[in-house]
């Protein structure tokens, strides 16, 4: 069973740090895309950060400024990250992880982890 538990939001002022956790469960992890995606009170759900775990291509969207938001890979222990730096109120969203694997069409999804950044 694929499952996927999102982790390391919280609320911090703006210009703050936080390190977002995506462990995949039941997977080998290189043989998938993870991507990294946000919705805040209101507003449509938008793609945040996507990385192919096997070759380490990753894609930011393009909301996000190259730098601010760094996604990575530790495929030994099937946990995708996302780095956000500078964090500022617009940011403020549950962040939600996705599991979609190559070989079929198919996504899975977790529980989002929220995130508030205030002024």
């Known amino acids: 069973e694929v499952q996927l538990q999102a982790s390391g939001g919280g609320s911090v002022q703006t210009g703050g740090s936080l390190r977002l956790s995506c462990r995949v469960s039941g997977v080998t992890l290189d043989d998938y895309a993870i991507g990294w995606w946000r919705r805040a009170p209101g507003t449509e759900r938008e793609l945040v950060s996507c990385?192919?775990?096997?070759?380490?291509?990753?894609?930011y969207g393009g909301s996000v400024e190259p730098g601010r938001f760094t996604i990575s890979s530790d495929n030994a222990e099937n946990t995708v990250y996302l780095q956000m730096r500078d964090l500022r109120p617009e940011d403020t969203a549950v962040y939600y992880c996705n599991a979609k694997p190559k070989s079929r069409d198919t996504d899975y999804w977790g529980k989002g982890t929220r995130v508030t950044v205030s002024s």
């Open positions: 990385i192919n775990a096997g070759d380490g291509e990753t894609y």
